[in-house]
């Protein structure tokens, strides 16, 4: 794999981490009544989310380049 395929499957599962935190701060925030915190923590859910979506498809685009085929039809 290249390294710059490499690089944003890195970037991606960072985002995903990064989300699940914020998912979870959100659901505690929910929990306790504070529901514009919850509401914060979504939203910042939701564009970490939205960022590894990108980085995924860039990797999908770096395999392309290095390997002449896209990666789903090698899975």
Avoid: V, Y
Avoid at 41 to 65: F, G, I, M, T
Wanted: proline share 0%.
């Amino acid at each position: 794999m290249s390294k710059q395929a490499s690089e944003h499957h890195k970037k991606a599962a960072e985002h995903h981490e990064n989300a699940a935190r914020h998912h979870k701060e959100a659901a505690k925030h929910h929990e306790g009544g504070r529901h514009e915190t919850a509401a914060h923590h979504s939203s910042l859910a939701r564009a970490h989310q939205h960022h590894a979506s990108r980085h995924s498809e860039e990797a999908d685009k770096a395999h392309l380049e290095d390997h002449g085929k896209s990666s789903t039809a090698t899975a």
